[in-house]
């Protein structure tokens, strides 16, 4: 039997094709505009100095951002050493070894934690750093941005893990390999891709972070040695510089949010480049 | 319509073979050993009572309509259903006379070798998917893993084809080659017992073939037991066959004899074509 199309439902058909089709152009438009924005602003301010000079004093014109740059890698390089082996593991512990029952609560542990404002999180980093060793500093930063890593580096190496099909554990196991073997040589190998990606993720996502750092990293106007003294970073730059009043400031933290946006999206493509290209069939 | 027949297996205490402790004894070529032997899937029996001996050096295939239970036996051998949850075992299971249940669960598989349905290559090279077995088992010396890697493609009748691309990725080869590469993993750490679970399953008639041919040469050293659901497979192949429904091991007996002039009704009816 043919059934007749009404007009009421082609009505409804098309309406509701162009109110998704506007809502997705609105979604990218916003993306395109702040690139758009960023760019106007930002990169007409960038300049060789930006990446080598130092910050000016205030009332002074000119400088650069070289030692936030510089800092921002130190923080997020100690936030990865802190929370890319924690989560890593207890992911490999949830993939791999963990009962149901408990499987779920971590996994909604992990979520809630995932949830806790930054602000919070360098609440915590300042109580367990800053206070007992009594002044601001990059460890404190990374202390902060590490805990905000975990919840991701834990979910992102279950998934890649669980992805793996079990023939491949059976195989292994099979041939006498004893379970922690299976999961180290075989298991992850698979995965790595999958876990590389998530890890540059991982840090792209932590590395616009500002509120967490705040009062843990502090900022500092000049380089910062070591890794127990206040360091400046590229979002608390940019925070600090667009509410002076200065005008040349504001075009500094243009350019900054740039370079940070710049970063994050080389980040990003890095990873999804790791992700197309594949498990390595040679690698051992 | 068959629910009386079943029935009448359920009720029935079916094992062709004596199930007493004492005959548990190993006679003089048998290698595996199955007495009493219940498999359960949480409250599910999946195995009833099973008893079977294994013979050295002959192939062995189990035959039987899907979910009987032969691929569930199968597995109980080399101990890989402990790797499922809420999986119990009861009953006697002897290799070489010794109690399989309590032998390192590792020593286990390394002596019991297991190819899977599908074939399941490493995403490694061809070599090191065949040095995997002798290097998780601590055997690194170069010269000797180097042998070992070309004897078992060689038995597993690949290694003219590959020989030249031992460090090109496993997932290269074709499905018929892969399945054969899992084999010469399988026979890297010489196993004394080879299961096999339905190995052509996924294969064209002459990767099947090639199979066949290899599984003929190499029961010289090893034993193997093969699940098919390929009962000219069955007929061609093994020396003894095993006929399984509804987690019963119904008949047990030389391959002729299973498929010329079965002692049980639901045998025939099943290598007939009449059932299942």
């Given at each position: 039997?043919?059934?007749?199309?009404?007009?009421?439902?082609?009505?409804?058909?098309?309406?509701?094709?162009?109110?998704?089709?506007?809502?997705?152009?609105?979604?990218?438009?916003?993306?395109?505009?702040?690139?758009?924005?960023?760019?106007?602003?930002?990169?007409?301010?960038?300049?060789?100095?930006?990446?080598?000079?130092?910050?000016?004093?205030?009332?002074?014109?000119?400088?650069?951002?070289?030692?936030?740059?510089?800092?921002?890698?130190?923080?997020?390089?100690?936030?990865?050493?802190?929370?890319?082996?924690?989560?890593?593991?207890?992911?490999?512990?949830?993939?791999?070894?963990?009962?149901?029952?408990?499987?779920?609560?971590?996994?909604?542990?992990?979520?809630?934690?995932?949830?806790?404002?930054?602000?919070?999180?360098?609440?915590?980093?300042?109580?367990?750093?800053?206070?007992?060793?009594?002044?601001?500093?990059?460890?404190?930063?990374?202390?902060?941005?590490?805990?905000?890593?975990?919840?991701?580096?834990?979910?992102?190496?279950?998934?890649?893990?669980?992805?793996?099909?079990?023939?491949?554990?059976?195989?292994?196991?099979?041939?006498?390999?004893?379970?922690?073997?299976?999961?180290?040589?075989?298991?992850?190998?698979?995965?790595?891709?999958?876990?590389?990606?998530?890890?540059m993720?991982?840090?792209?996502?932590?590395?616009?972070?500002?509120?967490?750092?705040?009062?843990?990293?502090?900022?500092?106007?000049?380089?910062?040695?070591?890794?127990?003294?206040?360091?400046?970073?590229?979002?608390?730059?940019?925070?600090?510089?667009?509410?002076?009043?200065?005008?040349?400031?504001?075009?500094?933290?243009?350019?900054?949010?740039?370079?940070?946006?710049?970063?994050v999206l080389v980040i990003n493509v890095t990873a999804r480049m790791i992700?197309?290209?594949?498990?390595?069939?040679?690698?051992? | 319509?068959?629910?009386?027949?079943?029935?009448?297996?359920?009720?029935?205490?079916?094992?062709?073979?004596?199930?007493?402790?004492?005959?548990?004894?190993?006679?003089?070529?048998?290698?595996?050993?199955?007495?009493?032997?219940?498999?359960?899937?949480?409250?599910?029996?999946?195995?009833?009572?099973?008893?079977?001996?294994?013979?050295?050096?002959?192939?062995?295939?189990?035959?039987?309509?899907?979910?009987?239970?032969?691929?569930?036996?199968?597995?109980?051998?080399?101990?890989?259903?402990?790797?499922?949850?809420?999986?119990?075992?009861?009953?006697?299971?002897?290799?070489?006379?010794?109690?399989?249940?309590?032998?390192?669960?590792?020593?286990?598989?390394?002596?019991?070798?297991?190819?899977?349905?599908?074939?399941?290559?490493?995403?490694?090279?061809?070599?090191?998917?065949?040095?995997?077995?002798?290097?998780?088992?601590?055997?690194?010396?170069?010269?000797?893993?180097?042998?070992?890697?070309?004897?078992?493609?060689?038995?597993?009748?690949?290694?003219?084809?590959?020989?030249?691309?031992?460090?090109?990725?496993?997932?290269?080869?074709?499905?018929?080659?892969?399945?054969?590469?899992?084999?010469?993993?399988?026979?890297?750490?010489?196993?004394?017992?080879?299961?096999?679970?339905?190995?052509?399953?996924?294969?064209?008639?002459?990767?099947?073939?090639?199979?066949?041919?290899?599984?003929?040469?190499?029961?010289?050293?090893?034993?193997?037991?093969?699940?098919?659901?390929?009962?000219?497979?069955?007929?061609?192949?093994?020396?003894?066959?095993?006929?399984?429904?509804?987690?019963?091991?119904?008949?047990?007996?030389?391959?002729?004899?299973?498929?010329?002039?079965?002692?049980?009704?639901?045998?025939?009816?099943?290598?007939?074509?009449?059932?299942?």
């Open positions: 039997m043919m059934m007749e199309i009404s007009p009421k439902r082609r009505v409804v058909n098309a309406v509701m094709l162009s109110l998704s089709g506007i809502c997705t152009a609105l979604v990218i438009g916003v993306l395109f505009f702040i690139l758009g924005y960023l760019l106007w602003h930002g990169a007409s301010s960038l300049n060789l100095a930006f990446f080598t000079k130092l910050p000016k004093p205030s009332g002074e014109t000119g400088g650069g951002m070289a030692n936030a740059i510089v800092g921002s890698g130190k923080v997020l390089l100690i936030a990865a050493l802190i929370g890319v082996p924690i989560g890593f593991l207890a992911g490999v512990y949830l993939a791999e070894y963990s009962g149901r029952m408990f499987a779920f609560c971590l996994r909604y542990t992990v979520d809630l934690l995932n949830g806790v404002p930054s602000i919070v999180i360098g609440i915590v980093a300042y109580a367990l750093v800053v206070r007992p060793m009594k002044h601001f500093s990059a460890l404190a930063g990374g202390v902060a941005l590490g805990i905000m890593m975990i919840p991701i580096a834990v979910r992102t190496t279950e998934e890649f893990l669980r992805a793996i099909p079990n023939s491949m554990r059976e195989a292994a196991l099979a041939l006498g390999a004893t379970k922690a073997k299976t999961i180290f040589s075989v298991v992850i190998p698979a995965a790595i891709s999958g876990l590389l990606s998530g890890l993720l991982n840090l792209a996502r932590v590395a616009g972070e500002t509120a967490p750092l705040l009062f843990t990293a502090l900022g500092n106007m000049f380089w910062s040695h070591g890794w127990l003294r206040p360091i400046a970073t590229l979002p608390v730059m940019i925070y600090n510089y667009a509410i002076a009043p200065e005008e040349d400031l504001h075009q500094q933290a243009w350019a900054a949010g740039f370079v940070l946006l710049a970063l992700i197309a290209r594949g498990p390595a069939g040679s690698r051992r | 319509m068959a629910t009386p027949q079943r029935q009448q297996i359920l009720s029935e205490p079916v094992t062709p073979i004596p199930d007493t402790a004492e005959s548990a004894k190993m006679t003089a070529s048998s290698k595996l050993n199955a007495r009493n032997l219940n498999f359960y899937y949480g409250s599910f029996q999946a195995l009833h009572g099973i008893g079977i001996d294994i013979s050295s050096n002959k192939i062995t295939a189990f035959i039987g309509p899907s979910g009987c239970g032969k691929s569930t036996f199968l597995r109980t051998m080399n101990r890989m259903n402990e790797a499922l949850r809420n999986t119990r075992v009861e009953g006697d299971l002897r290799l070489d006379g010794e109690d399989l249940f309590s032998m390192d669960v590792t020593d286990v598989r390394r002596r019991v070798g297991m190819v899977f349905q599908k074939s399941n290559p490493f995403p490694k090279t061809i070599f090191d998917n065949v040095a995997y077995g002798l290097r998780v088992n601590g055997i690194h010396k170069k010269s000797i893993v180097d042998d070992a890697v070309e004897r078992s493609l060689q038995h597993a009748a690949l290694w003219a084809e590959v020989k030249d691309k031992l460090q090109k990725p496993a997932s290269a080869l074709s499905g018929g080659q892969q399945q054969r590469l899992c084999i010469a993993r399988a026979l890297a750490v010489e196993p004394e017992v080879l299961l096999l679970d339905e190995p052509c399953s996924a294969l064209d008639p002459i990767a099947t073939l090639k199979i066949e041919e290899l599984l003929f040469q190499i029961k010289d050293i090893t034993t193997i037991v093969i699940v098919t659901h390929n009962m000219q497979q069955a007929a061609r192949l093994a020396d003894y066959t095993g006929f399984f429904l509804m987690g019963k091991l119904i008949e047990f007996d030389d391959t002729k004899k299973i498929f010329q002039n079965p002692a049980r009704k639901e045998t025939e009816d099943y290598v007939t074509g009449r059932f299942g």
